[in-house]
């Protein structure tokens, strides 16, 4: 039990100070709002006034920033995957190469899809 304790001792200061970060902003924090601090923000476009007697007419969000979101997420995964398989290469031997050869892999194959499917492409 007491291998736990300074785990449990971390964990408290952490829900601490979220809890009293939460309290001071709501405290301190801006009280006036306005229309525009309110509104939802989508990738950089001016959202559509609503009619007074129906609903905005749709609007296409463009998916290259969604598409530039899972690239992110895709070579960030595989980073945090790589640093610790480099750290410890020499102890985990020929298993740890086959099993980081394949990850390897399929980030390549998830590379070349995004590839030739244009979203490397800035124009």
């Given amino acids: ?12 200061i ?8 939460v309290m001071v902003a709501s405290i301190v924090g801006p009280k006036r709002y306005n229309r525009a601090k309110l509104e939802a923000y989508e990738c950089g476009i001016d959202p ?7 609903q905005a007419p ?7 920033y969604y598409l530039t979101a899972m690239l992110f997420i895709i070579f960030d995964i595989e980073i945090v ?12 031997g020929i298993f740890g190469l086959g099993a980081m ?3 390897i892999f399929n980030v390549a194959v998830a590379y070349v899809y995004e590839w030739r499917r244009g979203g490397l492409s800035w124009d």
């Fill in 81 to 92: 995957f790589l640093y610790p398989w480099a750290v410890h290469f020499d102890a985990l």
């Fill in 101 to 103: 050869a394949l990850f």
């Fill in 58 to 64: 749709g609007q296409r969000i463009p998916v290259k």
């Fill in 14 to 21: 952490a829900t601490g100070f979220a809890i009293f970060s």
């Fill in 48 to 54: 559509i006034q609503q009619p007074a007697g129906g």
């Fill in 1 to 12: 039990m007491n291998v736990y304790v300074p785990i449990l001792v971390l964990g408290a």
